[in-house]
């Protein structure tokens, strides 16, 4: 009687921990949203419209949402992926979900500054200039904007963003007027590349390169 008496007591107190460590790593899977980077992420999707038939896109965006018992937690989020530990949100996938409109430094995107990767490739940014505050972005390893109808020079503060492995800014072409939007040159390549020492990717396809460059400085 004693034993059985002891062993259920064993047996109760294992489930406990059990129970614990699952509750633990569920907190790690899906750690909690911090406000202030959920409402930046809600401000940046509301300064668009979404065009659903524009093209082949995903509307991601349209299942955020800031209240509600599920949905309030915005590393629950499609697109989103917050850090298991801090639950900053680390990577933000919007690659083409059918953004459409212009977007500048102001933007509510650039309060993410733990961000590690950003893909906004295949959406429609209206021609906007890459706003310069993407140099506030000091923990991207990754930047896609291809395919985005961003136009203009690219700013020398991705120079800024020295942890970049890839960066891929290719494809920004006005399909009408048959002409490249963006421009690199002031900055010229070797001034933007300088500092970017563990590029690993680099994708300039159709941007307007400056004839000065030498082609040593393409290959890392
Ligand atoms: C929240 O999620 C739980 C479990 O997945 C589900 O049973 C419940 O209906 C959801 N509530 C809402 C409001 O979506
Ligand atoms: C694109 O920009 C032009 C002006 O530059 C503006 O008139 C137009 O409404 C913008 N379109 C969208 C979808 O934001
Ligand atoms: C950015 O915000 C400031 C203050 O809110 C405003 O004065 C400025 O015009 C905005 N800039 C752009 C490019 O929208
Ligand atoms: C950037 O996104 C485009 C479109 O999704 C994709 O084709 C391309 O491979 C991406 N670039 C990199 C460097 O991952
Ligand atoms: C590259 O880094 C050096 C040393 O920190 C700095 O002086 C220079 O201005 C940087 N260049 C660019 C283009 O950011
Ligand atoms: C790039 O620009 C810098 C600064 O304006 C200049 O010193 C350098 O000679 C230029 N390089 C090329 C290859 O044009």
């Not at 008496?5 to 294992?14: A, G, H, Q, Y």
């Not at 212009?102 to 950003?118: A, D, G, P």
């Not at 020079?153 to 002409?179: M, V």
Request: hydrophobic residues 40%; glycine residues 4%; charged residues 10%.
């Amino acid at each position: 009687m004693g034993w059985c008496l002891f062993s259920f007591l064993c047996l109760f107190l294992k489930l406990m921990v059990l129970e614990i460590m699952v509750a633990n790593s569920f907190t790690s899977v899906q750690p909690a949203c911090h406000e202030d980077e959920s409402s930046a992420l809600m401000q940046f999707k509301d300064s668009f419209a979404i065009h659903q038939s524009a093209s082949l896109c995903d509307p991601k965006v349209l299942q955020w949402k800031s209240h509600g018992v599920n949905s309030s937690n915005c590393c629950s989020w499609d697109g989103v992926q917050c850090d298991g530990k801090t639950g900053h949100v680390i990577g933000l996938d919007l690659s083409s979900s059918c953004l459409s409109g212009s977007i500048n430094s102001n933007s509510t995107l650039f309060n993410l500054v733990h961000l590690q990767s950003l893909n906004l490739a295949g959406n429609n940014f209206n021609y906007s200039e890459i706003p310069v505050s993407v140099g506030q972005l000091m923990s991207l390893t990754y930047l896609n904007l291809s395919g985005s109808a961003f136009s203009g020079q690219i700013p020398l503060e991705i120079s800024n963003l020295f942890k970049l492995t890839h960066l891929d800014l290719s494809f920004n072409y006005d399909e009408i007027a048959r002409t490249k939007l963006l421009k690199l040159q002031s900055p010229n390549m070797s001034t933007l590349l300088q500092n970017l020492t563990s590029l690993e990717v680099l994708d300039l396809s159709e941007v307007e390169i400056s004839s000065m460059v030498s082609c040593h400085l393409i290959t890392f």
